[in-house]
């Protein structure tokens, strides 16, 4: 497929979502993380297999709150594909979480 052109609105809003998505997150707000995706939405992740579907991703979210840790996600090197003509875009980041429980802190490369 051909790459269209991105223009910078749509791209400044590509870059706002990850935001969007990691204070929900790190808050334990998985409706709010959850509202983010399609039905059919993928939660794609380094490591473990994709999440699929609002509910798949609503339990991730829930099953980390529920963990107790604090959590801090710090995205950096975000890249946006331009879409191709379905006006499908691709983002890219390197994504690292600070887990604090209890004494215990740990920091973790998501990818």
């Keep these: 497929m051909t790459a269209v052109a991105l223009d910078i609105a ?7 979502m990850y935001r969007r998505y990691t204070d929900p997150y790190d808050r334990g707000l998985a409706e709010e993380v959850t509202a983010l995706f399609t039905e059919k939405g993928e939660f794609v992740r ?11 991703i609503t339990d991730m979210v829930r099953t980390a709150a529920e963990s107790g ?3 801090q996600h ?4 975000v890249l946006v594909e331009p879409p191709v003509a379905d006006g499908t875009a691709h983002g890219t980041a390197d994504v690292t979480m600070v887990s ?11 990818g």
Aim: cysteine-free.
């Design 10 to 16: 749509s791209r400044l809003d590509l870059l706002e």
């Design 69 to 71: 840790a604090q959590r």
């Design 74 to 77: 710090v995205v950096t090197s």
């Design 100 to 110: 604090l429980r209890g004494d215990a802190l740990r920091l973790v490369a998501l």
């Design 46 to 56: 380094a490591g473990p297999a994709a999440v699929r579907g609002r509910r798949a």
